[in-house]
Nanobody, 120 residues
Framework: QVHLVESGGGLAQAGGSLRLSCAASGAGFSDKAMGWYRQAPGEQRELVASITNSGTTNYADSVKGRFTISRDNAQNTLYLQMNSLVPEDTAVYYC??????????????WGQGTQVTVSS
């Protein structure tokens, strides 16, 4: 059984930083692509950043240059470093695991989400 548990969300001021973590349990973490999605109120869930099992990354245009996704396969942990935050980054952020090593979408597993709120 796979479980994904996010942490690190909270309140930040515009221009500030937050670091999200996703602790994964169950087999197969190092074999699969992982990613971070977010969903703002009234909006569809969107893919923010993804990383293959070997560390190749991809970002949505809205966060490119500000967010960094990384993973520690030895610790079964996924990270999202968020810098230069803007109020539009306010959303619930979800950790997700993909079906393959190269793509997180569509995810097989989801975390419960962590709220990120950015004040202006």
């Amino acid at each position: 059984q796979v479980h994904l548990v996010e942490s690190g969300g909270g309140l930040a001021q515009a221009g500030g930083s937050l670091r999200l973590s996703c602790a994964a349990s169950g087999a197969g973490f190092s074999d699969k692509a992982m990613g971070w999605y977010r969903q703002a109120p009234g909006e569809q869930r969107e893919l923010v950043a993804s990383i293959t099992n070997s560390g190749t990354t991809n970002y949505a245009d809205s966060v490119k240059g500000r967010f960094t996704i990384s993973r520690d396969n030895a610790q079964n942990t996924l990270y999202l470093q968020m810098n230069s935050l803007v109020p539009e980054d306010t959303a619930v952020y979800y950790c997700a695991r993909g079906r393959t090593w190269w793509a997180v979408a569509p995810p097989t597993y989801w975390g419960q989400g962590t709220q990120v709120t950015v004040s202006s």
